[in-house]
């Protein structure tokens, strides 16, 4: 089974957030998810991104790859943790 790292949209019409999982890649993008890593809501006024980095390194670690989004939001997430040490 490969799994992904990717975004599975949530919210109303038009006022949309995503949760960040892991999932079978093969899944529906509303399908079961494997775990919820965290959640992005891109409407809020500074982005909110909330993620488990922990988590999200060891499916990395594990060999899942993350979609291109993902993957720039796990760089912005990791970019402000570093900073705020």
Known sequence: M????????????????????????????????IEILGQYDPIAVDNKLNVKIDRVNYWLNVGAKASNTVAELIKKAQKTTVESK
């Open 2 to 33: 490969a799994v992904r790292l990717r975004l599975q949209r949530k919210g109303k019409p038009k006022r949309p957030y995503y949760r960040v999982v892991a999932i079978d890649q093969r899944a529906k993008r509303d399908g079961e998810p």
